[in-house]
Every structure is written in structure tokens, then in C-alpha cells.
């Protein structure tokens, strides 16, 4: 999924989605939790690099912040998503990606 990183910006998050749900079956409730995991993997391994070269030095106060409001997140989405049907959640995929699509592009 390297390619698809680079090329999009995003760590081929959608991509992913799209192959667990259409090439592989799995469920679509199953599908997006497993494909952010993944980006999660592989955040904490770029971070870690960044760490160990000594490219990024984070504030203690800033990574607590993000971690409360990741966790945050995580759980109030979990809870959100049990209310919306997979199809919801897949267009609201899609208008979150074209969102940032439009975004890059006025830039």
C-alpha cells in the first residue's frame, strides 16, 4: 500500500476499505476499524523513526492532548457507528474523502 500512501496522502486508508470489503467479504463495520488499525501501525512506526533520528521532538502536553482526543474519538465513534447501517458509514467515507479531495484542490 505504499504507492497508494504516496499517492494519496492518507496511508490508502479507502483503498484498504474497498479491498477488505468488496475483494475479501468483510463486513463493512469490521472493515474500516481494521483499515484505520493498520494506518495506526504505521503512524507509530513512521513517528517512532522521526523519534530515533532526532526529526521530532514532541511536547509532552501536545501528545497527551492528541492521545485524550484520540481516544475520545475512537470511543465516540465506535458508539456512533453502531447506530448507522454500513451504507451510511460507507458515504460519509466517501464525503469525508471528497471533502478533502476539494480541499487539496483549493489549496
Given at each position: 500500500?505504499?504507492?497508494?500512501?504516496g499517492a494519496m496522502g492518507i496511508g490508502g486508508s479507502p483503498l484498504q476499505v474497498?479491498?477488505?470489503t468488496h475483494l475479501m467479504?468483510?463486513?463493512v463495520r469490521t472493515a474500516m476499524p481494521t483499515s484505520q488499525f493498520m494506518v495506526l501501525l504505521s503512524t507509530v512506526g513512521g513517528v517512532l523513526a522521526h523519534v530515533f533520528r532526532h526529526e521530532f521532538?514532541?511536547?509532552l502536553v501536545t501528545l497527551?492532548?492528541?492521545g485524550a482526543g484520540a481516544l475520545v474519538g475512537a470511543q465516540v465513534g465506535a458508539a456512533l457507528s453502531e447506530q448507522i447501517s454500513?451504507?451510511?458509514l460507507v458515504r460519509l467515507m466517501a464525503l469525508a474523502l471528497v471533502t478533502v479531495g476539494v480541499r487539496l484542490l483549493w489549496r
Open positions: 500500500m505504499g504507492l497508494v500512501s474497498v479491498v477488505l467479504h468483510v463486513p521532538e514532541p511536547e497527551l492532548s492528541l454500513g451504507g451510511v
